[in-house]
């Protein structure tokens, strides 16, 4: 499968823990995109990449939200001190210049 | 503000019935205008944009800007096409997509 890869698919943590997903873009593509979606919702930008340089943060994104692409490759995105507003679906898209963004299969986060 | 608008959370339509999923959207410039899908338990897929005028699975859309609209049309749906549909816009920064909430197409054989 030569898709956009997220890992792990599901997480189950308790309030106040950290968590960190990852997201594989497809290989060729040199921008990366983070959207959040909760239910009932259509997905919220929250950070885009161009390569290894992080372009963009929405306001939604907290200090305690932190991404990177550290070789312009695989991109991580970590919450630290997670509170119950952070459950929701994590996507991960990538596209190739500002053609169709293609999506990876998310990433559940519940915080109990 | 931009803000894209889908007025119906659930569609219910027959077999054969032709579909239209509505979208309206708020931009101040020239924005391109997507809809993807997605069908049950798989991820969000590109169906269609408004600057490449395809028919994609017999679904079109036109971009009426005086209405300011990207209203998704088929003429005879069918039970493959049930799925989460959501209108996506791009503005000026060509990175940052915003989204409706999605409408729920439900076809009844």
């Known amino acids: 499968d030569t898709g956009v890869s997220q890992n792990p698919r599901h997480k189950i943590t308790k309030r106040g823990q950290n968590v960190t997903f990852r997201c594989d873009p497809i290989?060729?593509?040199?921008?990366l995109y983070w959207y959040r979606q909760t239910l009932g919702q259509g997905p919220e930008f929250l950070t885009y990449?161009?390569?290894?340089?992080?372009?963009?943060k929405s306001r939604l994104l907290s200090d305690r939200f932190s991404a990177e692409r550290p070789k312009g490759s695989f991109s991580t995105l970590e919450i630290q001190r997670t509170e119950q507003g952070d459950s929701a679906m994590y996507l991960c898209?990538?596209?190739?210049?500002?053609?169709?963004?293609?999506f990876g299969p998310g990433t559940r986060l519940t915080v109990t | 503000a931009q803000r894209v608008t889908q007025p119906e959370k659930l569609l219910s339509v027959f077999k054969g019935a032709p579909v239209e999923l509505k979208c309206n959207y708020s931009?101040?410039?020239?924005?391109?205008l997507f809809w993807y899908v997605q069908y049950s338990r798989q991820r969000l897929q590109l169906l269609l944009r408004?600057?490449?005028?395809?028919s994609i699975k017999g679904f079109t859309a036109d971009l009426n800007k005086g209405e300011t609209s990207f209203h998704l049309k088929k003429p005879f749906a069918q039970e493959e096409d049930s799925a989460m549909y959501y209108c996506a816009l791009s503005g000026d920064s060509n990175y940052q997509l915003i989204w409706g909430a999605g409408t729920k197409l439900i076809i009844k054989p």
């Open positions: 990449f161009q390569n290894e340089a992080q372009l963009e």
């Open positions: 290989s060729e593509h040199n921008r």
């Open positions: 898209a990538s596209s190739a210049g500002v053609l169709e963004q293609y």
């Open positions: 408004h600057i490449s005028r395809e």
């Open positions: 931009y101040s410039g020239s924005p391109e």
